[in-house]
């Protein structure tokens, strides 16, 4: 079965880095466009962004370009999201997503559980 | 940028009644949206995609149709295990990827 599992989320204060991981099983990895979706505390979901199947193209939030980036090890099964210059607004949780078009131009048919980001001094 | 708006933002529901749930798209977006359900504590899940092809595994009480600019989620007779917030998502469409604010159906 489809599994996306999460991880690497924190506390860290602002203006510092972080880098999360969902690893994928259960499916052809490198077919799938893969997205990072946040939620932050008591809010809706915001998409953040997303990544081609081979890797080749990102596209990002305006909240996050430039600050963060997106990538993938398809040898790995993972998908990753470097986060840097963290402000207290980018406080969520963050899931990943699969999308069934290899372009990531799809909706998203299977997410993991989520990672807790708290940036905070 | 195309601007997604769910109405109501509360919906107050008994169970067993019908629920109806409104998607409104800034512009044209054809068929290409998605129905999530968000249950407390969870990740969401989709129910509905092209509109109105429910996912795998979905129950036949939720059906969504409308096209180009205006959606709906329909509940026939809501169950408990219903009550939760739903989103709408225009896809296809490169990035920014909108959702709609939600929408809460809670118990009445």
């Known amino acids: 079965q489809v599994q996306l599992v999460e991880s690497g989320g924190g506390v860290v204060p602002p203006g510092r880095s972080l880098r999360l991981s969902c690893e994928a099983s259960?499916?052809?990895?490198?077919?799938?466009?893969m997205h990072w979706v946040r939620q932050a505390p008591g809010k809706g979901l915001e998409w953040v962004a997303v990544?081609?199947?081979?890797?080749?193209?990102?596209s990002y939030a305006d909240s996050v370009k430039g600050r963060f980036t997106i990538s993938r090890d398809n040898s790995k099964n993972t998908v990753y999201l470097q986060m840097n210059s963290l402000r207290a607004e980018d406080t969520a949780v963050y899931y990943c997503?699969?999308?069934?078009?290899?372009?990531?131009?799809?909706?998203?048919?299977?997410w993991g559980q989520g990672t807790l980001v708290t940036v905070s001094s | 940028e195309i601007v997604m708006t769910q109405s109501p933002d509360t919906l107050s529901v008994s169970p067993g009644e019908r629920a109806t749930l409104s998607c409104r798209a800034s512009?044209?977006?054809?068929?290409?949206l998605a129905w999530y359900q968000q249950k407390p504590g969870q990740a969401p899940r989709l129910l509905i995609s092209?509109?109105?092809s429910r996912a795998t595994g979905v129950p036949a009480r939720f059906s969504g149709s409308g096209s180009g600019t205006d959606f709906t989620l329909t509940i026939s007779s809501l169950q408990f295990e219903d009550f939760a917030v739903y989103y709408c998502?225009?896809?296809?469409?490169?990035?920014?990827?909108?959702f709609g604010q939600g929408t809460k159906v809670e118990v009445k």
């Open positions: 997503a699969r999308d069934p078009d290899d372009y990531g131009d799809s909706f998203y048919d299977y």
């Open positions: 259960g499916f052809v990895f490198s077919s799938c466009g």
């Open positions: 990544i081609w199947y081979d890797g080749n193209t990102g």
């Open positions: 512009q044209s977006i054809g068929t290409y």
């Open positions: 092209g509109a109105s």
């Open positions: 998502q225009h896809y296809n469409n490169w990035p920014p990827r909108p």
